[in-house]
Protein backbone atom coordinates (compact mmCIF):
# COMPACT_ATOMS: atom_id res chain seq x y z
CA UNK A 1 0.00 0.00 0.00
CA UNK A 2 1.22 3.17 -0.95
CA UNK A 3 -1.06 5.88 0.31
CA UNK A 4 -3.23 5.30 3.47
CA UNK A 5 -7.13 4.03 2.76
CA UNK A 6 -8.51 6.76 4.50
CA UNK A 7 -7.01 10.93 4.95
CA UNK A 8 -8.83 11.08 8.60
CA UNK A 9 -9.46 8.32 11.15
CA UNK A 10 -13.17 7.72 11.47
CA UNK A 11 -12.81 7.44 15.07
CA UNK A 12 -11.15 10.89 16.04
CA UNK A 13 -10.88 13.06 12.84
CA UNK A 14 -6.83 13.55 13.42
CA UNK A 15 -4.76 12.76 9.91
CA UNK A 16 -3.68 9.00 9.31
CA UNK A 17 -0.57 7.99 8.55
CA UNK A 18 0.72 5.43 6.92
CA UNK A 19 2.76 2.86 8.46
CA UNK A 20 3.65 -0.33 9.62
CA UNK A 21 1.23 -0.85 13.26
CA UNK A 22 2.84 -1.33 16.28
CA UNK A 23 0.91 -4.65 16.92
CA UNK A 24 3.11 -6.67 15.28
CA UNK A 25 1.52 -5.87 11.84
CA UNK A 26 4.11 -6.50 8.79
CA UNK A 27 1.94 -4.51 6.66
CA UNK A 28 1.94 -0.82 6.17
CA UNK A 29 -1.60 0.55 7.07
CA UNK A 30 -3.32 3.65 7.41
CA UNK A 31 -2.78 4.56 11.69
CA UNK A 32 -4.23 7.26 13.66
CA UNK A 33 -1.42 9.14 15.55
CA UNK A 34 -3.30 10.06 17.72
CA UNK A 35 -5.79 7.29 19.14
CA UNK A 36 -3.93 4.86 17.08
CA UNK A 37 -6.77 3.05 15.26
CA UNK A 38 -5.56 1.03 12.69
CA UNK A 39 -7.79 1.35 9.55
CA UNK A 40 -7.46 -1.84 7.25
CA UNK A 41 -8.64 -1.96 3.69
CA UNK A 42 -9.63 -4.88 2.15
CA UNK A 43 -10.84 -6.14 -0.88
CA UNK A 44 -14.95 -5.93 -2.36
CA UNK A 45 -16.64 -9.17 -3.06
CA UNK A 46 -18.89 -8.74 -6.11
CA UNK A 47 -21.32 -11.61 -6.05
CA UNK A 48 -23.92 -12.55 -8.87
CA UNK A 49 -25.45 -15.51 -10.23
CA UNK A 50 -25.38 -17.44 -13.61
CA UNK A 51 -29.14 -17.40 -14.68
CA UNK A 52 -30.16 -20.32 -16.95
CA UNK A 53 -33.26 -22.06 -18.53
CA UNK A 54 -32.42 -25.03 -20.31
CA UNK A 55 -29.59 -24.00 -22.65
CA UNK A 56 -29.75 -20.48 -22.09
CA UNK A 57 -28.19 -18.28 -20.03
CA UNK A 58 -29.56 -14.50 -18.94
CA UNK A 59 -27.25 -11.81 -19.48
CA UNK A 60 -27.82 -8.12 -19.15
CA UNK A 61 -26.94 -5.02 -20.73
CA UNK A 62 -25.50 -2.48 -18.54
CA UNK A 63 -26.96 1.33 -18.42
CA UNK A 64 -23.89 2.24 -16.16
CA UNK A 65 -20.01 3.01 -16.34
CA UNK A 66 -17.69 0.79 -16.28
CA UNK A 67 -18.35 -1.09 -19.50
CA UNK A 68 -21.85 0.89 -20.27
CA UNK A 69 -23.62 -1.00 -23.16
CA UNK A 70 -21.99 -4.40 -22.31
CA UNK A 71 -23.34 -7.20 -21.43
CA UNK A 72 -22.51 -9.43 -18.04
CA UNK A 73 -24.26 -11.70 -15.73
CA UNK A 74 -26.09 -10.04 -13.27
CA UNK A 75 -23.90 -9.11 -10.56
CA UNK A 76 -22.75 -6.57 -8.23
CA UNK A 77 -21.06 -5.28 -4.92
CA UNK A 78 -22.20 -7.52 -1.61
CA UNK A 79 -24.05 -5.48 1.36
CA UNK A 80 -23.01 -5.47 4.76
CA UNK A 81 -25.27 -8.05 6.55
CA UNK A 82 -26.26 -10.39 3.87
CA UNK A 83 -24.56 -13.65 2.90
CA UNK A 84 -23.56 -14.34 -0.56
CA UNK A 85 -26.12 -16.21 -2.14
CA UNK A 86 -28.46 -13.76 -0.85
CA UNK A 87 -26.21 -11.00 -2.13
CA UNK A 88 -26.40 -12.69 -5.47
CA UNK A 89 -29.75 -13.36 -5.31
CA UNK A 90 -30.13 -9.96 -4.70
CA UNK A 91 -28.94 -8.55 -7.55
CA UNK A 92 -30.39 -10.75 -10.26
CA UNK A 93 -33.56 -9.11 -8.95
CA UNK A 94 -32.40 -5.59 -9.30
CA UNK A 95 -30.81 -6.49 -12.61
CA UNK A 96 -32.69 -8.57 -14.37
CA UNK A 97 -35.81 -8.45 -12.27
CA UNK A 98 -35.79 -12.71 -13.16
CA UNK A 99 -37.62 -15.50 -11.27
CA UNK A 100 -35.41 -18.46 -10.70
CA UNK A 101 -33.99 -20.80 -8.02
CA UNK A 102 -30.40 -20.52 -6.31
CA UNK A 103 -28.36 -23.64 -7.28
CA UNK A 104 -25.05 -24.20 -6.04
CA UNK A 105 -22.02 -22.06 -6.19
CA UNK A 106 -20.17 -22.31 -9.20
CA UNK A 107 -16.86 -19.90 -9.26
CA UNK A 108 -14.74 -17.65 -6.97
CA UNK A 109 -12.36 -15.55 -9.16
CA UNK A 110 -9.44 -13.29 -7.39
CA UNK A 111 -8.89 -10.19 -8.94
CA UNK A 112 -6.07 -8.55 -6.25
CA UNK A 113 -4.61 -5.93 -8.64
CA UNK A 114 -8.12 -4.23 -7.84
CA UNK A 115 -8.74 -5.65 -4.79
CA UNK A 116 -11.94 -7.47 -5.45
CA UNK A 117 -13.33 -11.15 -5.15
CA UNK A 118 -16.20 -12.34 -7.33
CA UNK A 119 -18.59 -14.87 -6.70
CA UNK A 120 -21.46 -16.65 -8.69
CA UNK A 121 -23.51 -19.38 -8.41
CA UNK A 122 -25.93 -21.36 -10.63
CA UNK A 123 -29.81 -20.39 -10.74
CA UNK A 124 -32.63 -21.86 -12.51
CA UNK A 125 -34.92 -19.47 -13.92
CA UNK A 126 -38.32 -19.68 -13.48
CA UNK A 127 -39.84 -17.68 -16.53
CA UNK A 128 -38.56 -16.27 -19.22
CA UNK A 129 -40.18 -12.77 -18.41
CA UNK A 130 -37.71 -9.96 -17.03
CA UNK A 131 -38.24 -6.79 -15.40
CA UNK A 132 -34.74 -5.34 -15.15
CA UNK A 133 -33.84 -2.37 -13.27
CA UNK A 134 -32.49 1.32 -13.93
CA UNK A 135 -28.77 -0.62 -13.89
CA UNK A 136 -29.68 -3.18 -17.37
CA UNK A 137 -30.92 -1.77 -20.60
CA UNK A 138 -31.61 -4.38 -21.68
CA UNK A 139 -32.22 -8.80 -20.10
CA UNK A 140 -32.13 -11.47 -22.24
CA UNK A 141 -31.80 -15.29 -22.95
CA UNK A 142 -28.95 -16.40 -25.36
CA UNK A 143 -27.50 -19.74 -26.60
CA UNK A 144 -23.85 -20.27 -26.10
CA UNK A 145 -23.03 -20.06 -29.78
CA UNK A 146 -25.49 -16.38 -30.12
CA UNK A 147 -23.24 -14.59 -27.15
CA UNK A 148 -21.82 -11.62 -27.83
CA UNK A 149 -17.90 -12.67 -26.48
CA UNK A 150 -16.48 -9.33 -27.63
CA UNK A 151 -19.21 -7.37 -26.01
CA UNK A 152 -18.92 -9.39 -22.53
CA UNK A 153 -18.26 -6.45 -19.28
CA UNK A 154 -16.04 -7.96 -17.58
CA UNK A 155 -12.92 -10.85 -18.10
CA UNK A 156 -14.61 -12.94 -14.85
CA UNK A 157 -17.91 -12.71 -16.72
CA UNK A 158 -16.05 -14.55 -19.87
CA UNK A 159 -14.34 -17.05 -18.32
CA UNK A 160 -17.31 -18.16 -15.71
CA UNK A 161 -19.19 -18.67 -18.70
CA UNK A 162 -16.56 -20.78 -20.38
CA UNK A 163 -16.14 -22.91 -17.47
CA UNK A 164 -20.24 -22.96 -16.95
CA UNK A 165 -20.19 -24.43 -21.05
CA UNK A 166 -17.22 -26.52 -20.53
CA UNK A 167 -18.82 -27.85 -17.27
CA UNK A 168 -22.20 -28.36 -19.22
CA UNK A 169 -20.67 -30.02 -22.17
CA UNK A 170 -19.08 -32.47 -19.56
CA UNK A 171 -22.40 -33.25 -17.85
CA UNK A 172 -20.84 -32.06 -14.58
CA UNK A 173 -20.36 -28.96 -12.70
CA UNK A 174 -17.56 -28.20 -10.49
CA UNK A 175 -16.53 -25.57 -8.40
CA UNK A 176 -14.09 -23.62 -10.04
CA UNK A 177 -11.40 -21.03 -8.21
CA UNK A 178 -8.94 -19.32 -10.18
CA UNK A 179 -7.34 -15.79 -10.51
CA UNK A 180 -6.98 -13.38 -12.64
CA UNK A 181 -3.85 -11.11 -12.30
Same mark, same amino acid.
Given at each position: ?? +???????????????????D???????G?????????????L??????????????????????????????????????????????? %????????????????????P??????????????????????? %???????????????????? %???????????? +??????????????
Open positions: MH +RPPVKHCKNCGTAVVCRVPDGDTRKRVCPACHTVHYENPNVVGTIPYLGDRILLCKRNIEPRLGKWTLPAGFMELCETVSEGAARE %TVEEAGAQFEMGDFFSLVNIRVGQVHMFYRARLLSDQFDPGHE %TMEARLFLEDDIPWDEIAFR %TVGETLKRYFAD +RRAGQFSIHVFDIP
